[in-house]
C-alpha cells in the first residue's frame, strides 16, 4: 500500500491506504462483490469499489460505485471519487 501511496502522490496526506489481503474488513462491510460476472474469469473476494470517511472507528459516510450491468463500478466510479466524497462529508456534518 506504501507504493500505491507514493505512485498515487499521497504520501503525508490524510488520506490512508488500507490493504484487506484475507477480506476480513472486506465482508464485516458487506462489500464483498459477488456478481457473477468477475467470478467467471476467475477474480473470487474481490472487493466492491467503495470510499469511506470513518472518524475514531465510526463510519460517516461510505459511498459504493456500481450498477446492474457495472458490478464493479469500473465504468462509473465517480460516487467514489474525491468530488462525490467530499459531498457526502460534508453531508455528514
Not at 506504501?2 to 462489500?31: I, N, R
Not at 450491468?69 to 460516487?79: H, I, L, Q, R, V
Amino acid at each position: 500500500m506504501q507504493a500505491w501511496g507514493k505512485d498515487q502522490k499521497v504520501g503525508l496526506s490524510m488520506l490512508q491506504l488500507m490493504g484487506d489481503p484475507a477480506g476480513e474488513l472486506t465482508k464485516a462491510l458487506d462489500m464483498e462483490l459477488t456478481h457473477p460476472g468477475p467470478n467467471s474469469i476467475g477474480i473470487i473476494g474481490r472487493c466492491k469499489r467503495f470510499a469511506m470517511y470513518a472518524v475514531n472507528g465510526e463510519i460517516k459516510a461510505i459511498n459504493v460505485s456500481e450498477a446492474e450491468d457495472d458490478p464493479a463500478g469500473d465504468d462509473n466510479p465517480d460516487d467514489t471519487l474525491a468530488e462525490a466524497m467530499l459531498k457526502a462529508i460534508e453531508a455528514s456534518k
